[in-house]
């Protein structure tokens, strides 16, 4: 027997339908159908005047059914369902509590009214996943809003507060604190008039051929291999030039597509795979410890952006440096972090100051104690780091968890011999650790689970995505890049050139490509990893990256790496020099077409993955797609490595 989705409860004429579909009240196929006899119910009622349509719990609804888009899809359709609402001759008036997403919103667009909570929020984030609004978004949202407004938030996700969308027309009405009261009084005003607005009866003037391109632009210039925005723009121009009935029929053939396309796919593999890995079984009814001071040792970039993360996700902060000046250096690091987000539009001034006030500086490590958890960020020096954890341990009692943020480093050997060892873990951030989605969670032989799971908690509170990593050379991600560019320097040796492989995995998805993400970054630090190793007696080959350094390019930094660059600029030019440098050491030129190049680096990176897994470093091949996709660029229309190779997707298309 399916369950009931819904209720209603009938008020002075009035139907009160509350959709109860925990725990987002997603439109899933029951849930559709139920909808659907409801809303014939009603219209057959002489009793009833008019009908309020609302959400249980926090949300209002918040989309179709992602899970069933692996699927065929089942009738009742969404579109129908909401024709129905739109169709109907008594009033629809939309009680939207809490956030209204895609197939929610589009719920809402469909009635012939609507009063938002406080706490209402609507968005059309279906391009996020691949697919296009398919239940009339693309044709309701521009008749209600306009077209300039509706291409934004269809093609960007950009999602408007309630007070956003009474000023944009998207709704009616603002309800005080009782929303269901005031949508009643709004439903009795209502009921009595004769007809009532439908979205689809609006005008709307084609905003030109300029708009247009420019809108177009803006969008490829953003996609980076996700098909969906621009298909929502062509389905939106399309409803506006041939009428809404045309637009509502290339709205769902184009939304069928691509619900089948790898991308949607991928992306919908994302969705559920971060929403996973922020609860991993072995976690499971083990509580974090509480967090409220937290300390970072080393204000460099790194530390300083752990330390704007921290403060704002609203922890108080301990910042510790040697000594005054470098103190002094680490607070002007953090105070340009929190000027640049000022500018960027991610907290006012006033946040800003207050954030800048969470965060105390000290010289002396004794102002350590007493703090929750304290992230090491100095040089990635084992000696030195070392010493930080031998005087971390001193200072600190053994309730302090104590993490240390290396790259490359075995996190075991910093801690050896110190006592406690259950509160020792690695938290590795990525730079800039205030931007950067990702943090590997890699436990030592003796973490404690709590520890563990407050690692989990942290990541959960910064807004990022974590990811349990083993402890190995590099973790998951270093490890994987390790690959990455030694295929890229082997395919360099056999006469491809560094601008057709970075052009190959640009074209795939990626930002930059190897040899220019280098440049970017420093040649030199990869090299002082390989000279330590070397200097511990192990077997590290001579690399190419190894006779640019030693030539002095260490990339943009030096005015030339793989590539020259003139100054002030950082596009790469192709370097006489590098050519020459490395010409003993290549096969001679030759070419490979670029999807061949693509398919071979994402190919080296899955297979390092598979040895990953086989290993027990990663749990999951979900963990490692976030990893490179949180961490390295990989294109999130792929899916990352272990996605594409299991789909065979990893060539892109010819
Ligand atoms: C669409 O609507 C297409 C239409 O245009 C056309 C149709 C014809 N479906 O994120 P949370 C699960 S496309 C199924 O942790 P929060 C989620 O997996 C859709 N399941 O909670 C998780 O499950 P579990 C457009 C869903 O409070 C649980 O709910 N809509 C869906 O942090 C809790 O999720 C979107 O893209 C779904 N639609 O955030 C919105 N949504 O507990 C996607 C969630 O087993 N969803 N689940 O791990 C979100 O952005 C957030 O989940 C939301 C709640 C803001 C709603």
């Known amino acids: 027997m399916t369950a009931t989705l819904l209720t209603r409860q009938d008020r002075d004429g009035i139907a009160v339908v509350t959709l109860d579909n925990p725990p987002v009240n997603a439109l899933g196929r029951a849930l559709r159908r139920q909808l659907g006899e409801v809303i014939a119910e009603v219209g057959r009622d002489p009793a009833i005047r008019a009908a309020i349509l609302t959400g249980a719990g926090r949300l209002f609804v918040g989309g179709a059914d992602i899970t069933e888009f692996d699927r065929p899809p089942e009738a009742p359709h969404l579109p129908d369902v909401i024709a129905a ?23 809402a667009l469909g009635c012939h009214y609507r009063i938002a909570a406080s706490g209402a929020r609507f968005g059309l984030p279906e391009t996020a996943l691949g697919i296009i609004p398919g239940a009339g978004g693309t044709q ?52 009595g008039k004769a007809r009532h607005p439908g979205a689809r009866q609006k005008d709307l003037a084609d905003p030109g051929e300029a708009f247009w391109s420019a809108a177009g632009a803006r969008i490829a210039k953003a996609a980076r291999g996700n098909p969906a925005p621009a298909a929502a723009l062509a389905v939106l121009r399309h ?48 509580a974090p410890r509480p967090l409220g001071r937290v300390g970072v040792v080393g204000g460099g970039t790194m530390g300083a952006g752990i330390a704007a993360a921290l403060a704002n996700a609203g922890l108080r902060v301990v910042l510790s440096e040697t000594g005054e000046a470098p103190l002094a250096r680490a607070m002007d690091r953090l105070d340009g972090i929190l000027a640049t987000q000022v500018k960027r539009g991610l907290h006012d001034e006033a946040a800003a100051r207050a954030r800048r006030e969470a965060v105390t500086g000290i010289t002396d490590p004794a102002g350590l104690a007493g703090c929750d958890l304290v992230i090491e960020a100095v040089f990635e020096d084992l000696t030195l780091k070392r010493e930080v954890f031998a005087r971390l341990a001193e200072v600190c ?62 990541a959960r509170r910064l807004g990022k995505v974590a990811v349990r990593a083993g402890n190995c050379e590099g973790f998951i991600g270093n490890r994987i890049l390790l690959r990455y560019r030694a295929g890229a320097e082997a395919m360099l040796r056999d006469g491809i050139s560094p601008a057709g492989i970075d052009a190959a995995m640009r074209g795939f998805g990626f930002a930059m490509g190897p040899f220019e993400m280098q440049d970017m970054a420093g040649l030199d630090v990869a090299f ?96 490692i797609d976030l990893v490179e996709v949180h961490g390295y660029g990989f294109p999130r229309p792929k899916g990352g490595p272990m996605f594409c190779s299991a789909r065979g997707t990893v060539r892109p298309e010819r």
């Open 140 to 191: 309701r949202l521009p008749r209600l809003i306009g077209v300039a407004a509706a291409v934004e938030m269809i093609t960007t996700n950009r999602q408007m507060d309630a007070a956003e969308a009474l000023a944009a027309g998207l709704a009616d009405r603002l309800a005080g604190a009782d929303l269901i009261a005031d949508a009643l009084a709004f439903a009795q005003e209502v009921s």
């Open 528 to 623: 002082r990893a390989r000279e330590t190793a070397r200097a511990l007696g192990r077997d590290v080959p001579e690399t190419a990256g190894d006779i640019l350094v030693r030539a002095g390019r260490l990339g943009q930094k030096t005015g030339g790496g793989w590539y020259d660059y003139a100054p002030g600029s950082r596009e790469p030019l192709p370097s006489q020099q590098v050519a020459a440098l490395l010409a003993p050491y290549r096969k001679g030129a030759r070419e490979m077409p670029a999807a061949d190049i693509a398919a071979a680096l994402v190919g080296v990176m899955a297979d390092e993955g598979r040895k990953i897994l086989a290993e027990g470093i990663a749990a999951t091949p979900e963990d």
């Open 85 to 107: 609402i739109e169709a109907a001759a008594k009033p629809w008036i939309a009680a939207v509590n809490g956030p209204a997403l895609g197939g929610g919103a589009e719920l």
């Open 239 to 286: 409803g506006i030039s041939a009428g809404f009935e045309a637009g509502m029929r290339l709205e769902r053939e184009t939304f069928l597509k691509l619900r089948n396309s790898d991308e949607a796919a991928a992306l919908r593999y994302l969705f559920f795979a971060e929403r996973a890995a922020a609860r991993p079984a072995a976690l499971r009814g083990i």
């Open 397 to 458: 009692g053994r309730e302090t968890i104590l993490a240390t943020n290396t790259s490359y480093l075995d996190p075991e050997e910093i801690v050896r011999g110190l006592p406690g060892q259950e509160r020792f873990i690695a938290l590795h951030f990525f730079s800039p650790a205030q931007v950067m989605k990702l943090l590997e969670i890699v436990p030592l032989t003796a973490t404690g689970p709590e520890v563990v799971a407050t690692g989990f908690d942290l």
